[in-house]
């Protein structure tokens, strides 16, 4: 089974709560939605300046209010030693749990601090190989990834063709601290 320790506990402040209340975050996680239902694969690539972690929850969450997914499988790392176990995870889901539990959500958060270059462009790697390899006629999840922009940069040609066509830029002039936009 692929590593999931790095979607237990957001490290996020109240305030970074209440702000997920803001109209212009709230667009933006709306149309995030939209399209991954259409694409079922997503790239989320966030200014440098924003908590990538925040974005995710917010998207997360939104996806869990409007019934879209049932389960959320947070990647830590996949690699050679659990590679196989990752897919035979999908399709196993998605053929015999997915129409009782709801659809599954693959996200990988790439901005994770302790995280290695080359551990994220494997991992990142190794999910779009593994979408791409699982049974035809099993129900593919949905995946996320989330990476701050500077990282996203820095992937190699390879990967970044991989995700470039599932690729959403999340606007360098979004605040997250307007929390009371709306109420303007």
């Known amino acids: ?24 975050l709230r667009e933006l996680v709306d149309e995030v ?7 079922g694969i997503l790239t989320v690539v966030v200014p ?3 908590k990538n972690s925040l ?10 209010l409007n019934g879209d997914i049932g389960v959320v499988e947070c990647i830590d790392s996949i690699g050679a030693e659990n590679y196989s176990e990752f897919v035979t995870f999908m399709e196993n889901y998605g053929k015999d749990l997915s129409r009782y ?3 599954l959500l693959v996200l990988y958060d790439a901005s994770i601090k302790k995280r290695k270059l080359d ?12 979408i791409e390899s699982m049974w ?10 989330i990476i701050p922009e500077n990282v996203y940069n820095m992937l190699s ?3 970044r063709d991989m995700i470039e066509k599932y690729r959403f830029n999340v606007p360098q002039g979004l605040s997250l601290n307007d929390a009371n936009e709306e109420e303007e």
């Open 119 to 130: 551990e994220i462009r494997r991992t990142i790697y190794d999910i779009m190989v593994g």
């Open 157 to 159: 040609k390879k990967v």
């Open 101 to 103: 539990i709801g659809k």
């Open 33 to 39: 939605r939209k399209i991954l239902l259409e694409k």
């Open 48 to 50: 440098n300046n924003i």
């Open 55 to 64: 974005i995710g929850m917010a998207i997360v969450w939104n996806l869990f």
């Open 136 to 145: 035809p006629k099993a129900p593919k999840p949905f995946v996320l990834i």
């Open 1 to 24: 089974m692929p590593e999931t320790s790095n979607c237990q506990k957001p490290n996020l402040s109240l305030e970074d709560v209440v702000t997920v209340s803001s109209n212009r």
